[in-house]
C-alpha cells in the first residue's frame, strides 16, 4: 500500500469482539475505531475518512446487511467485510449480493483470513483512486 491509511471501522454489539479484533488488527499494523452501536456507524463514516469496514449481521436496532446497503448506497467505494457468528448460505449469498468484500465467521480463532481480506480491500480501495487520479490527469490534459 502506497499513501492509503490503514483506518478501519469495526460495528459489532459485543464489546469482547471488538477488543479481541482490535488487538488483533493494531497488532498488525491497522488502526481501529470499534463502535458497539450500530445506528452511530453512518455518521461515523462520513466524519472520518475510513474506507474499509468490518460489519457483524446480528445487532440491535441495525442489521449489519441493512447497513452494508447503506454503506453501499452511500459510497460505493467503501470495502465492507462481514464478520458474523451467523453462519448460514443465504448470510454469505446476501452479503455478496449488496456487495461485502467478504464474508467470515465468529469464532476468530484465526486472524489470518481476516488480514488477508483486509489487505485485499485496501489493494481494490487504492486501485480505484489510482483509477479516479488518472481521470483527473486525463481530463485536465
Known amino acids: ?23 488483533q ?21 462520513l466524519d472520518s475518512s475510513i474506507r474499509v469496514c468490518i460489519l457483524d449481521i446480528e445487532m440491535p436496532r441495525i442489521n449489519g446487511l441493512d447497513l452494508l446497503r447503506d454503506i453501499k448506497q452511500y459510497d460505493g467505494g467503501i470495502q465492507v467485510i462481514m464478520l458474523t457468528g451467523l453462519v448460514t448460505l443465504s448470510t454469505v449469498l446476501d452479503s455478496m449480493r449488496f456487495g461485502a468484500e467478504g464474508c467470515l465467521f465468529k469464532p476468530v480463532t ?4 481476516l488480514i ?14 489510482i483509477a479516479l487520479h488518472d481521470l483527473k490527469q486525463r481530463q485536465l490534459a
Open 25 to 45: 488488527l493494531s497488532n498488525a499494523g491497522y488502526e481501529v475505531i470499534s463502535l458497539d452501536q450500530p445506528e452511530k456507524a453512518m455518521k461515523t463514516l
Open 110 to 113: 484465526e486472524f489470518e483470513p
Open 116 to 129: 488477508e481480506v483486509l489487505t485485499a480491500a485496501f489493494e481494490k480501495n487504492e486501485r480505484w483512486w
Open 1 to 23: 500500500m502506497t499513501g492509503m491509511n490503514k483506518k478501519v471501522l469495526h460495528v459489532d454489539d459485543d464489546p469482547q469482539i471488538l477488543r479481541i479484533v482490535g488487538k
